[in-house]
């Protein structure tokens, strides 16, 4: 059983920042990669950010210069900081976890997702 909460969510005025924090816990040998995702209304939902274990990110080109992802392996946390905020950053945002199952098994998690809204 693997189990991702996330937290931080919420309303923020336009050019003010917002961390949110997305753990995973439950039975897994280790974890690769760790991302973030959104969904806009109407939108299809897209790559905002991911981390892969040893540190290296990609960012998805509308928040790149803006938004921060980070890891705490020893938390099994993922972070997302979004500093600049604008109206097109709201969205649903949904952590992502692609988590070993011993040696040779790999799945992917999903978290509940939480609703980031940016007021102008």
């Known amino acids: 059983q693997v189990q991702l909460v996330e937290s931080g969510g919420g309303v923020v005025q336009a050019g003010g920042s917002l961390t949110l924090s997305c753990a995973a816990s439950?039975?897994?040998?280790?974890?690769?990669?760790m991302g973030w995702y959104r969904q806009a209304p109407g939108k299809q939902r897209e790559l905002v950010a991911a981390?892969?274990?040893?540190?290296?990110?990609n960012y998805a080109d509308s928040v790149k210069g803006r938004f921060t992802i980070s890891r705490d392996n020893a938390k099994n946390t993922v972070y997302l900081q979004m500093n600049s905020v604008k109206p097109e950053d709201t969205a649903v945002y949904y952590c992502?976890?692609?988590?070993?199952?011993?040696?040779?098994?790999?799945?992917?998690?999903w978290g509940q997702g939480t609703q980031v809204t940016v007021s102008s």
């Open positions: 992502n976890v692609d988590a070993r199952h011993g040696l040779f098994s790999s799945h992917t998690y």
């Open positions: 439950g039975s897994f040998s280790s974890i690769n990669i």
């Open positions: 981390i892969a274990g040893g540190g290296v990110t």
